[in-house]
Antibody
Framework: QVHLVESGGGVVQPGRSRRLSCAAS????????MHWVRQAPGKGLEWVAI????????YYADSVKGRFTVSRDNSKNILYLQMNSLRAEDTAVYYC???????????????WGQGTLVTVSS | EIVMTQSPATLSVSPGERGTLSCRAS??????LAWYQQKLGQAPRLLIY???TRATGIPARFSGSGSGTEFTLTISSLQSEDFAVYYC?????????FGQGTRLEIK
């Protein structure tokens, strides 16, 4: 049974940094690409970033490119999102999600964590 | 990027009746279309991928259809647990994009 648990959310001042974590279990973590998807309060879903199964490739939404970095530790089954230069518009629940396709990336979000709320405010 | 537009924004249906949700893409996404269900305070759940394939554990009352730019999610006989927000998402072109959601509420 796939289980994803995010942590690291909280209140952070504009311009500061925050690192989110996503602990994975119930599947072979190193076989799957992993995503971050966010949802601003009362709004819809926005894809943020993907990292390939082996960590060799990363892609980002234009809205976060150059500020956010996704990484993973396959020895610990943990996914990370380093968020720098945070802005008010980054306020959202951040979800980690497993890509549906093993060994590749098909950008279908098969399983989701419960999310962690990041609030950017002074 | 491809813009996904869902209609209606809110759909009111009585339990036991059929619910039909629509999703339109600004350009063709072939059959690379997924549907998600999100209940209040919960994470989204994958329902349908490839426009018409049910994900693991999804009841048969959920069905998806369409290709190109027009897609439909049908719930054949609504149960109380089906009242939620539904999102479509295209995975044909990068970046992946979501519709704004349809809220399915009890009539």
């Amino acid at each position: 049974q796939v289980h994803l648990v995010e942590s690291g959310g909280g209140v952070v001042q504009p311009g500061r940094s925050r690192r989110l974590s996503c602990a994975a279990s119930g599947f072979t973590f190193s076989d799957y690409g992993m995503h971050w998807v966010r949802q601003a309060p009362g709004k819809g879903l926005e894809w943020v970033a993907i990292i390939s199964y082996d960590g060799s490739n990363e892609y980002y939404a234009d809205s976060v490119k150059g500020r956010f970095t996704v990484s993973r530790d396959n020895s610990k089954n943990i996914l990370y999102l380093q968020m720098n230069s945070l802005r008010a518009e980054d306020t959202a629940v951040y979800y980690c999600a497993q890509d549906y396709c093993s060994g590749g990336a098909c950008y279908v979000f098969a399983y989701w964590g419960q999310g962690t709320l990041v609030t950017v405010s002074s | 990027e491809i813009v996904m537009t869902q209609s209606p924004a809110t759909l009111s249906v009585s339990p036991g009746e059929r619910g039909t949700l629509s999703c339109r893409a600004s350009q063709s996404v072939s059959s690379n279309l997924a549907w998600y269900q999100q209940k209040l305070g919960q994470a989204p759940r994958l329902l349908i991928y490839g426009a018409s394939t049910r994900a693991t554990g999804i009841p048969a009352r959920f069905s998806g259809s369409g290709s190109g730019t027009e897609f439909t999610l049908t719930i054949s006989s609504l149960q109380s647990e089906d009242f939620a927000v539904y999102y479509c998402q295209q995975n044909n072109d990068w970046p992946p994009t979501f519709g704004q959601g349809t809220r399915l509420e009890i009539k």
